[in-house]
């Protein structure tokens, strides 16, 4: 099982960004999330979407800016980006979430990982 992550690339401060998350059509469904790395920093909850849509949740510091989404038809989650700041740039990366021991935000919980899609943003 494979997560593909795409749509970064560089953007200036204000613009706006739409990543994917793809996976294979027999991997199922499963809740998804999006975390990030800048340089030299840990890695960052961005947001959370459940198995159906129905239920989303955001790291603060994107709260407003940022939408995931999904399609399962397509199996395939996104993450609309708006507004975008310098402080936005980094690797960003798709995880599937196998466990439910702590919030949406434990990176522990997430089995499976993308390979990440670099974001620049230019101020």
Known sequence: VQLQ???GGLVQAG???RLSCASGRSSG???TGWFRRAPGREREFVAFISETGGFTTYGDSVIGRFTISRDNDQN???LQMNNLKPEDSGAYYCARRI???GTWATESD???WGQGTLVT???
């Open 5 to 7: 992550a795409s749509g």
């Open 15 to 17: 613009g706006s960004l």
């Open 29 to 31: 469904v499963y809740g």
């Open 76 to 78: 395939t989650v996104f």
């Open 99 to 101: 466990n439910y021991s």
């Open 110 to 112: 997430y089995g499976v």
């Open 121 to 123: 943003v230019s101020s």
